[in-house]
């Protein structure tokens, strides 16, 4: 991170010019990427509602912004995300069978969408006659693991069998990992993967169209932040097309998966620059220093409304947490198994 933003960046566009070009811009353009940013948010949240029946908005947007700005901040922040969601959802009365089926089920969705938005982009650009050898080989390798992936979570749900094979196949890989590191070995993982089978078909049964469609609308709402931000700083339709924007978002989105570094920054704005350049720099109206200039100013800004912004409100949305007492629910009393009457046998 230090290399990115101390060495690699400034030798591409000085930080005085990337401001300049961004304090540049009117106050209508500031506005529409503040609205486009505010509307991206709004889309994880409802797709956070089509995942769980009973959730609120306000719940999800305060246990979303929050888990957002923990895995922003520390390395390896999937299981510290994690664990404070679940705990956030306890304190309102879901249960962990609830929380891991939101979980399990938006996680897969926007896996898929990840996967299959570079074969799309590609498509698109072939059509359009922009295509090229680079975009269309991880454009390949995107599609196998998609292909590999809904296969895998096909056979899942298809037999109860198959279900409990895989869990417990997962179930021996992951104890003769934990083996290593002197851990006991998991338990019960084919159950769990029925039980997970049986849950996943009743919600995906009944939400996957406003699954689907919130998950397609988180992506394209944040595709929309960075193509605004494109055309408010300068970069025109004729230097880098829409399609070419939509490209370089789904495959710097594919990288963004690797947790490099928190929240992918540095590593995102490398490559949305480099990308970005590399995509206008033989249509570019402008000097190229001056269009190394607005593609940088473009990518930070973008990163500054979508990663940067969302830090101090997580902060804020965990102090609604704390403080909102009126969302507390108890956890639903498992049945307990009756009393033997006295006097009779087991």
């Known amino acids: 991170m230090v290399a990115i933003f101390g060495l690699i960046l400034p030798r591409i566009a000085s930080y005085a010019d990337v401001w300049k070009t961004i304090t540049a811009l009117t106050w209508i353009e500031m506005n529409s990427l503040i609205a486009a940013t505010v509307f991206n948010l709004f889309t994880y949240w409802w797709q956070m509602q089509a995942a769980m029946p009973g959730l609120t908005l306000g719940q999800a947007a305060v246990s979303s912004q929050t888990s957002t700005t923990v895995s922003n901040l520390v390395p390896g922040a999937g299981v510290v995300a994690t664990g404070l969601m679940y705990g956030m959802f306890h304190s309102w009365g879901f249960t962990a069978s609830e929380v891991g089926l939101l979980a399990s089920t938006t996680g897969i969705w926007n896996t898929f969408l990840k996967l299959g938005l570079p074969i799309s982009a590609v498509a698109l650009l072939s059509l359009a006659g922009q295509a090229t050898t680079a975009l ?8 196998a693991f998609l292909a590999g992936s809904v296969v895998l979570f096909a056979m899942v749900l298809w037999k109860k069998s198959l279900a409990r094979a895989i869990g417990n196949g997962l179930g021996r890989a992951w104890s003769w990992f934990r083996g290593i590191f002197r851990k006991p070995p998991v338990e019960a993982w084919g159950e769990a993967a029925v039980r997970f089978r049986k849950q996943t078909i009743k919600l995906v049964a009944r939400r996957w169209p406003a699954l689907t469609i919130t998950t397609i609308g988180s992506h394209l709402a944040l595709w929309l932040v960075l193509l605004l931000s494109l055309r408010h700083v300068g970069v025109s339709a004729h230097e880098v097309s829409t399609i070419q924007v939509l490209a370089v978002f789904a495959f710097t989105r594919l990288i963004s998966a690797i947790p490099i570094t928190p929240g992918g920054v540095g590593v995102v704005e490398l490559s949305l620059i480099g990308a970005l350049y ?20 473009a990518a930070l800004l973008f990163r500054a409304l979508t990663y940067g912004v969302q830090i101090p409100l997580g902060g804020f949305t965990y102090l609604i947490w704390l403080r909102k007492k009126s969302w507390r629910r108890p956890q639903p009393e498992r049945p307990q198994p009756s009393a033997i009457p006295a006097g009779s046998s087991p």
Not at 136 to 143: D, H, N, R, T
Not at 291 to 296: A, L
């Open 136 to 143: 269309l080989v991880p454009a390949l390798i995107g599609l």
């Open 278 to 297: 590399a995509a206008g720099r033989s249509q570019a109206d402008v000097p190229l220093d001056v269009f190394e200039t607005q593609v940088t100013a």
